[in-house]
């Protein structure tokens, strides 16, 4: 299995901050990485494919990059309503595994 | 509008079995691969089982195999995900998921709201 290590587990930032997220894979997936926004409570939400294109209707402060084995989540001027935790997952092959997760809360 | 109703959820007895369904609509439904996907209480994602718009093909993870069986119904659009043997392990909000298909990569589009099933004496 491929295995996906996400870090920092957590960030604290500020409105208008840029936050910076990585996302390794344990053996190179190419392009085929996802990113994932959860609220508590609710089911998560795609935001980037292969690995940095944009999903329909996601603002453009996010954005990801990447390919091979290391790849990057970045909100370049964080708003209120970010404030969540993001997932990678790898598609290239089964099972499709997800990173643990990174928190980013409230400075 | 695209909507994904996950039911059959509750408490379960380790050992016991539960059938999850999901309602689909505002998709042609038999066009999609669709998969289940759960999340521990506090805890991360997890993949658990795939299957094609035929049932062709279907996928499972490690942790669930032997156990549960992913099924849908085209005419009805719906998605079932049987489970027996259920363990403490299991308990879990389980998401139905939507894929979009992108150079032969699935990625996960839409999710329902998710059941939550919690296994335990």
């Known amino acids: 299995d491929i295995q996906m290590t996400q870090s920092p587990s957590s960030v604290s930032a500020s409105v208008g901050d840029r936050v910076t997220i990585t996302c390794r894979a344990s053996?190179?997936?190419?392009?085929?990485l996802a990113w994932y926004q959860q609220k508590p409570g609710k089911a998560p939400k795609l935001l980037i494919y292969?690995?940095?294109s944009l999903q329909s209707g996601v603002p453009s402060r996010f954005s990801g990059s990447g390919s091979g084995t290391d790849f990057t989540l970045t909100i370049s001027s964080l708003q209120p309503e970010d404030f969540a935790t993001y997932y990678c997952?790898?598609?290239?092959?089964?099972?499709?595994?997800f990173g643990g997760g990174t928190k980013v809360e409230i400075k | 509008e695209v909507q994904l109703v996950e039911s059959g959820g509750g408490l379960v007895k380790p050992g016991g079995s539960l059938r999850l369904s999901c309602a689909v609509s505002g998709f042609t439904f038999s066009s999609y691969t669709m998969n289940w996907v759960r999340q521990a209480p506090g805890k991360g994602l997890e993949w658990v089982s795939s299957i094609s718009s035929s049932s062709s093909y279907i996928h499972y993870a490690d942790s669930v195999k032997g156990r549960f069986t992913i099924s849908r119904d085209n005419a009805k659009n719906s998605l079932y995900l049987q489970m027996n043997s259920l363990r403490a392990e299991d308990t879990s909000v389980y998401y139905c998921?939507?894929?979009?298909?992108?150079?032969?990569?699935?990625?996960?589009?839409?999710w329902g709201q998710g059941t939550l099933v919690t296994v335990s004496s």
């Open positions: 053996q190179g997936i190419s392009s085929w």
């Open positions: 997952q790898q598609a290239k092959s089964f099972p499709q595994t």
């Open positions: 292969a690995a940095s």
């Open positions: 998921a939507r894929v979009r298909i992108i150079d032969s990569a699935p990625y996960f589009v839409y």
